[in-house]
């Protein structure tokens, strides 16, 4: 990052992964009057305002809550539903999977058994696996994103499960959209990284022209299910619904 910050742009936009072991280089280029946007969540020690112009996120609790409220209503509102969250300390996702346990306290007959938590998102087919041997007769499983919903999904088929266990994830990637349409994944909540975008294209611009702008900005989620996710599909990428999307939906 620093090699980045020393050809002197005028705009950084970016998302510190790890809010303290970045810190020092947000500092540094703060400090060579570069305006920072940030995606998510802000690098720890700097300030609104003097540090960095402000923070753009998608309503990451709202997309777990969104998610939690998908899954409740799919299974009627009784059951035992499992977590996969992401075991690190990162705001998004924390928040995201606080906005499922919320959202879950909305069905006093569901019942969380038990949260799986993983580090590699690509490797999230061994904690289905684990839900389901602890688990077998499990009514739902939730995911933090699309990406270790996957995962989950593929245990869930390797196990001769799918359409027995309900599933809810945040996100909307292709493979995940495609599963919805086709009746593999009941939904969740979505958020809408074109229009973060587009924010964070008009906040920087603001700054540069020396315009007051709002210190943290959060894009609402969607709420993906079957029923809406071809136009889910359009909202969120702001393109027209793809024929591949199209043809694997399930009436």
């Given at each position: 990052m620093k090699q980045l910050w020393q050809k002197k742009p005028d705009i950084l936009v970016s998302i510190p992964t790890d809010a303290t072991a970045t810190a020092d280089a947000y500092k540094q280029a703060a400090a060579a009057g570069i305006k920072i946007v940030f995606m998510?969540?802000?690098a720890d020690g700097l300030e609104a305002g003097k540090d960095y112009v402000s923070v753009v996120s998608a309503d990451n609790y709202g997309n777990g809550y969104a998610s939690g409220t998908v899954?409740?209503?799919?299974?009627g509102g009784k059951g035992k539903v499992a977590m996969v969250y992401y075991d690190a300390n990162f705001?998004?996702?924390?928040?995201?999977?606080?906005?499922?346990?919320d959202a879950m306290k909305n069905y006093p007959d569901i019942e969380i058994v038990t949260?799986?938590?993983?580090?590699?998102?690509?490797?999230?087919?061994?904690?289905?696996?684990?839900i389901l041997t602890q688990f077998p007769n499990?009514?739902?499983?939730?995911?933090?994103?699309?990406?270790?919903m996957e995962g989950v999904l593929s245990a869930v088929?390797?196990?001769?499960?799918?359409?027995?266990?309900?599933?809810?994830?945040?996100d909307l990637g292709n493979n995940v959209a495609r599963e919805i349409a086709s009746g593999n994944i009941a939904g969740g909540g979505a958020q809408m990284p074109y229009d973060q975008g587009v924010a964070e294209a008009k906040l920087a611009a603001l700054a540069l022209l020396g315009e007051e702008t709002p210190s943290y900005v959060a894009v609402p989620a969607e709420t993906v299910t079957h029923e809406n996710v071809l136009e889910a599909y359009t909202d969120v990428y702001h393109v027209e619904t793809p024929d591949w999307l199209k043809e694997a939906y399930v009436e």
């Open positions: 998510d969540q802000r899954l409740g209503d799919a299974l705001a998004p996702t924390n928040q995201r999977d606080e906005g499922f346990r949260e799986q938590g993983f580090t590699d998102e690509s490797g999230c087919a061994e904690q289905g696996d684990a499990i009514d739902g499983i939730y995911a933090s994103w699309d990406v270790p088929r390797a196990a001769g499960m799918e359409g027995k266990v309900t599933l809810a994830c945040n």
